[in-house]
C-alpha cells in the first residue's frame, strides 16, 4: 500500500514540477537547476517509506535491521535512503519480514528514479529544442 501511495504522489509530484517548469519557460538557464533541485525535493518526500519501517519495528515479529546500534529513527532513515537508492545493504541489513518491505522499497526506488531522470532528459530535450 505504501510502495502504491508513494508511486501516486510521485505522479503527482512531477506533474507539479512540470507546470512550475512551464511558468519559467522564460528563464532557461534557471529551468533546469529548478527542475533538478525539484526532483532532488521529491525523492526526499519518497522516502517517507522509512516511517513504514519504524512502524513496523515496533513488533519484534517483524524482524529487524541488523547492525543498528540505537535502532534510531534516524537509522531508519539511513537505511531507507540506502535501499531506494539501491546502494544496497553495507553497516546496516533487515532481517526477518522487513526483508520484503526492504525488496519492494528498492524495486520502487529504481523505478522512480528512473522515472525521474527520464523527465528530466525530456526536459532538458524541450529546453535544448527551444533554443534552436
Known sequence: MTVIAVALTHYEGLVWINKQLAKARHAKRRVLPYAVLSLIALHRRDLDLRHSYHLLLMWPAT?????????????????????????????????GL????????????????????SFANLEMEHLWKSRR
Open 98 to 117: 522487513i526483508r520484503f518491505v526492504a525488496g519492494a522499497e528498492a524495486l520502487t526506488g529504481f523505478v522512480l528514479i528512473g522515472w525521474s531522470a
Open 63 to 95: 524482524g529487524r535491521i541488523s547492525g543498528a546500534m540505537s535502532a534510531s529513527f534516524f537509522d531508519h532513515v539511513y537505511f531507507s535512503a540506502a535501499v531506494f537508492t539501491t546502494v544496497g545493504f553495507g553497516d546496516l541489513s533487515p532481517t
